[in-house]
């Protein structure tokens, strides 16, 4: 069986299957989250059913890790909007402020 590996230089160090870029959370978005059928990840991804499955197996194994690392994913990319929001409210009141337009 092929196992789950991770190196920091592949997928940002994501968890995956060891020989391929397919992360497990590839493989539990596709088949958990939007119901598509394991042999049609497995094909298009060009894993065996063994791999398709010890992905998923090691997703339910360690899904508290898995679920603490997508609240951290979403509470940045919340933030990163919130600072971006900012930065352009700030750009938008400096031109306001100059007299400037927005193209």
Known sequence: MTAIV???DVRSGRLRIEG???TVL???RRVIDNDEDA???AGEYDLSMADVFHALAYY???RDEF???EREAETAR???ERRT???LERVESGRRETGEQAD
């Open 20 to 22: 391929s870029r397919v």
């Open 85 to 87: 929001r900012e930065t």
């Open 67 to 69: 679920a603490r690392c």
């Open 60 to 62: 339910y194994d360690h």
């Open 78 to 80: 919340r933030d990163g």
């Open 26 to 28: 590839d493989v539990k």
């Open 6 to 8: 991770r190196d920091d």
């Open 39 to 41: 042999h049609i990840v």
